[in-house]
């Protein structure tokens, strides 16, 4: 049985989550062709559907907005208006995800500088893949990641089916170590543009815990809890107080 995520007011239990039971606990890490027929081919093709008809929505109604956004990358600091990174999706593909650019061009230099610089940095980085108070983040870039609205590209890796509206985090090929045996199980499935660990914490969460919630979703998702994420992302997203997104 699937416990509360939370209530739209209150933000999920990342701990409860992770302690919950699942129809896989008793036995060995599910595979990902497990995983894959605990869904009806119909539940996936309603994902899908899902997927194309929200994003194609975001991209139509919001063609404004991106536009005013990308003239503000471009404005405000010198390199390209899109980021593309690598990230590992479904069945260990890489892909391209875009986003807004938030960092100043010579990011790579400056990070490379402030680690061999700083111990303490350095572990922060090795255990957290990012820094709380990262020197590379434009003044734009800041507020672009505190709203998530350097994410709204993504629906474009959504289109192509790279990525889905909701689902586990989408991860660098060097994150894959750091989720042992389970890894099979996160990347049965798309990674998403929003999910459990987005509306739990962020970047607040411990590396652990957001690995916890990408494997719950991965077992346990549903329509209903796609709705539930969706909504409370929304309201994330609205909430002017810091929620970890940095």
Not at 49 to 75: H, N, R, Y
Request: hydrophobic share 40%; proline share 6%.
């Amino acid at each position: 049985m699937v416990a509360s995520y939370g209530t739209f007011a209150q933000p999920f239990d990342a701990a409860a989550l992770a302690s919950e039971p699942s129809p896989f606990e008793a036995s060995a890490n599910p595979s990902a062709s497990q995983l894959i027929g605990l869904q009806s081919r119909r539940s996936r093709t309603f994902k899908r559907a899902g997927d194309i008809i929200f994003s194609l929505t975001v991209l139509t109604l919001g063609s404004p907005v991106f536009l005013a956004l990308g003239l503000l990358v471009k404005l405000t600091s010198r390199g390209p208006v899109f980021y593309v990174q690598q990230r590992v999706g479904r069945d260990y593909r890489s892909f391209g995800c875009i986003k807004f650019r938030t960092m100043r061009r010579d990011a790579d230099k400056i990070l490379s500088a402030l680690l061999s610089s700083s111990p303490d940095l350095e572990e922060e980085f090795r255990n957290d893949y990012k820094l709380r108070n990262d020197p590379r983040i434009t003044r734009l870039g800041k507020f672009l990641r505190r709203s998530s609205l350097d994410e709204l590209p993504q629906f474009l890796n959504v289109l192509r089916g790279e990525m889905s509206v909701v689902g586990p985090r989408p991860i660098v090929r060097n994150e894959l170590p750091r989720y042992g045996d389970r890894m099979e199980e996160v990347l049965a499935v798309r990674p998403g543009l929003t999910g459990l660990w987005q509306v739990s914490g962020r970047n607040n969460l411990s590396y652990e815990e957001r690995v916890q919630l990408d494997v719950r979703y991965a077992r346990h998702r549903s329509v209903l809890m796609d709705l539930r994420i969706i909504l409370k992302t929304v309201m994330v997203v609205l909430d002017p107080r810091d929620r970890g997104a940095y």
